[in-house]
């Protein structure tokens, strides 16, 4: 008698992800296992998670080569790759890190200028005071209270927290990638052309994605629709700059425009889409009237990703992937030696979110083909954060395989500078060159 076959955690997650999707696919291999585990070594089980997240957006765009774990994990850690006229920028602020406080651990995020500030003044620092004297702030506050002082003036804060497993066990019980259809009559006669072109290089031509993200993981989630030959379309305020090096990491593809949102252009916009990504806390998307409800209502038939921090719970509630980590338990199970947090080798809430966002468009995209109707799919950081801590874990990392990470590169002119970047975690395709900046036309 052949006993049962036990499904390695990525494939358990690649088919649980695809059933929670609706969607089905009689020729993918969803028992196929990476040739070597994903280099990005952790107690957790970072490597299936990210192999799994870059194996369903594969599988769901119909792409049947194993993904490259080396590629996997230079996308991954893809900050550490990049460089802008052959210097890699400085990436982390003076602000952003973990502090020992007279109780326990805080950990903050300052990299955006106003979130810096705003972290100042929550100290009752001058602006522009040193790390140092972050830190002995800190030190002389509880955790609660330097976290309390923070986040009053809205700044990033969270306390640095063991894993709770009652409430991670809630969070798996809820799917994943939420699916929600909405039944606003027949799709619009753009839609009904269907999602996936013949062309296997690029099944999502014709498809149009409106980018309302920033950082990290809606970014990637919208670079790779693009990747796939979606018309991205960023869009970002006017009086938000972001990060030059930011946007260079993570804009492949994509066309960029600065514009107001209640702006009768943005209106145009949305009604010519397909699909718009939103990555901003829900609650000022709802002061834009721009939640999930207010945008099926106006514009039937559209396809809403929506990826937030904390949830749909936590609507207000800004935060980052360390953030995230550090409050979930996972800088504690990850310190390096009892005693000071640690991280992630990567920002692994953040890709995997991406993607696991991307794979939920495409399905849906196709279920929209047959059943009309508008669809909005959600995951948040704490959801993926909660995943990765259910799967199975080491008691110590194995040690990180050397490999060539400029073989998972590629460098392009960018606006005259030149700009290296980490190739795209799937296998056969090539990244088009990110756009400066905000340098594009609010126009399809």
């Known amino acids: 008698m052949t006993p049962p076959s036990i499904s390695s955690p990525s494939t358990a997650l690649v088919k649980r992800v ?56 230079t996308a991954y850690r893809s900050d550490r790759v990049l460089e802008i006229d052959g210097k890699a920028p400085d990436v982390w602020s003076a602000y952003s890190g973990f502090w020992r406080s007279v109780d326990g651990w805080v950990r903050t995020h300052g990299n955006y200028p106003h979130h810096a500030r705003r972290l100042l003044t929550g100290l009752g620092l001058d602006l522009g005071a040193s790390g140092d004297v972050v830190r002995a702030a800190i030190l002389e506050c509880t955790t609660a209270e330097a976290v309390g002082l923070i986040t009053a003036e809205r700044g990033l804060a969270v306390p640095v927290l063991p894993e709770d497993l009652h409430l991670d066990a809630r969070w798996r019980a809820t799917p994943l990638l939420e699916v929600t259809r909405q039944d606003a009559g027949e799709p619009r006669t753009r839609s009904r052309r269907g999602p996936l072109a013949q062309d296997r290089a690029a099944p999502l031509a014709g498809i149009r994605v409106l980018d309302l993200t920033r950082v990290i993981a809606g970014p990637v989630c919208t670079r790779t629709l693009a990747l796939l030959g979606a018309d991205v379309l960023r869009v970002d305020p006017t009086d938000l700059a ?89 800088s504690l199970i990850e310190s390096p030696d009892g005693d000071r947090p640690g991280a992630l080798p990567a920002q692994a809430l953040d890709h995997s979110a991406g993607y696991l966002l991307a794979t939920a468009v495409i399905a849906v995209l ?33 040690p ?9 590169s590629t460098t392009f002119d960018v606006a005259g500078r030149k700009v290296t970047t980490a190739s795209p975690a799937l296998s056969g395709l090539e990244f088009a060159a990110p756009h400066r900046w905000g340098s594009d036309q609010p126009r399809w």
Not at 43 to 62: E, F, K, P, Q, Y
Not at 268 to 283: H, M, N, Q
Not at 377 to 396: K, Y
């Open 242 to 330: 972001e990060p030059e090096w930011q946007h260079l990491d993570t804009g492949h593809g994509k066309r960029t425009t600065l514009l107001e949102a209640r702006s009768g252009r943005f209106h145009e916009l949305l009604a010519a889409a397909d699909v718009v990504v939103l990555g901003y806390r829900p609650s000022s998307l709802d002061r834009l009237g721009l939640s999930a409800t207010a945008l099926t209502e106006q514009y039937p038939g559209l396809v809403i990703a929506q990826l937030s921090a904390w949830g749909m719970d936590e609507p207000d509630r800004a935060g980052f992937d360390s953030l995230v980590q550090a409050a979930s338990g996972i």
């Open 366 to 398: 196709k279920r929209r083909r047959h059943e009309g109707g508008s669809w909005t799919v959600r995951t948040s950081l704490r959801r993926v954060a909660a995943e990765l801590l259910g799967m199975p874990r080491a008691d110590e990392p194995e």
């Open 400 to 408: 990180m395989r050397e490999f060539d990470t400029g073989a998972h």
């Open 18 to 73: 695809f059933s929670e999707l609706g969607t089905t696919d009689g020729t993918a291999d969803f028992d196929a296992v990476p040739p070597h585990p994903v280099p990005l070594p952790s107690r957790l089980s970072t490597a299936d998670l990210a192999w799994a997240s870059v194996r369903a957006v594969g599988l769901v765009a119909g792409i049947r080569e194993l993904p490259d774990p080396d590629r996997i994990s």
